[in-house]
């Protein structure tokens, strides 16, 4: 399994930035694709899933209305559009594959079958 992030960067409070992640390795139409994201000092935060299988999705009550997941299950891709983006989402990113979202919103890695290294989103106030 390998998962390559790319689309990181600085940007303002308000401003916006997309991620993407490109996969190999997986069936990508039988898994759960998503990102978590860890900021210094804090936790692992599940922020955004999408279930291949059947269209569902998860966000983060923090991000809801502001990120979007999407896929593209030609190229095997995920990106996640992020708006009106805030210094509390300043983290590192990660993408992240599972067999169900469960698993990439607890962000615990004994339930995913892959993760990236990680991009790094800073928000400036």
């Known amino acids: 399994v390998q998962l390559v992030e790319s689309g990181g960067g600085l940007v303002q409070t308000g401003g916006s930035l997309r991620l993407a992640c490109a996969t190999s390795?997986?069936?990508?139409?039988?898994?759960?694709i998503g990102w978590f994201r860890q900021a210094p000092g804090k936790e692992r935060e599940g922020v955004a899933c999408?279930?291949?299988?059947?269209?569902?999705?998860y966000y983060a009550e923090s991000v809801k209305g502001r990120f979007t997941i999407s896929t593209n299950n030609t190229e095997n891709t995920a990106h996640l559009q992020m708006n009106s983006l805030v210094p509390e989402d300043t983290a590192e990113y990660y993408c992240?594959?599972?067999?169900?979202?469960?698993?990439?919103?607890?962000?615990?890695?004994?339930?995913?079958?892959?993760w990236g290294q990680g991009t790094l989103v800073t928000v400036s106030s």
């Open positions: 992240a594959v599972a067999i169900l979202c469960y698993g990439i919103v607890l962000a615990t890695p004994k339930y995913l079958e892959g």
């Open positions: 390795g997986f069936v990508f139409d039988d898994h759960a």
């Open positions: 999408i279930n291949n299988m059947d269209g569902t999705t």
